[in-house]
C-alpha cells in the first residue's frame, strides 16, 4: 500500500513564497516521477512540475522561473518551492508518484493566493 501525504499550503499574499512537501510511505520503486499537479475551481487538473528520481525535471510554462521542484530519494519525498505566487496559482495542489503503470495520488493541500 502506497500513501502520499501532502503539507504546507496555505494562504499567502501575491509576491509572497510557499514550500509544499509530499511524503511518500509503502512500497516504493527506486525508479518513479514524482510531480505536482493543481486544480483550480472549474478547471481541470493540469501539472505544474514533475521529478524523475534521477532529478530530470519539467515545469508548465506558467511556473517557470517561479517554482522550484526538489526531492530526496532517501526520505521519498518531494518538495515544490512557489516564490512570486500570483491569485492564478489558487487552487488545490495534488502530488503524485508515478511508478509503471500505477499512479498514485495524494489528497491534496489547498494554496491560495489573495491580498
Known amino acids: 500500500q502506497v500513501q502520499l501525504v501532502e503539507s504546507g499550503g496555505g494562504l499567502v499574499q501575491p509576491g509572497g513564497s510557499l514550500r509544499l512537501s509530499c511524503a511518500a510511505s509503502?512500497?516504493?520503486?527506486?525508479?518513479?516521477?514524482m510531480g505536482w499537479y493543481r486544480q483550480a475551481p472549474g478547471k481541470e487538473r493540469e501539472l505544474v512540475a514533475i521529478?524523475?528520481?534521477?532529478?530530470?525535471?519539467n515545469y508548465a510554462d506558467s511556473v517557470k522561473g517561479r517554482f522550484t521542484i526538489s526531492r530526496d530519494n532517501a526520505k521519498n519525498t518531494v518538495y515544490l518551492q512557489m516564490n512570486s505566487l500570483k491569485p492564478d496559482d489558487t487552487a488545490v495542489h495534488y502530488c503524485?508518484?508515478?511508478?509503471?503503470?500505477?499512479?498514485?495520488w495524494g489528497q491534496g493541500t489547498q494554496v491560495t493566493v489573495s491580498s
Open positions: 521529478i524523475t528520481s534521477r532529478g530530470s525535471t
Open positions: 509503502g512500497s516504493i520503486f527506486s525508479i518513479n516521477v
Open positions: 503524485k508518484l508515478r511508478m509503471v503503470p500505477l499512479d498514485y
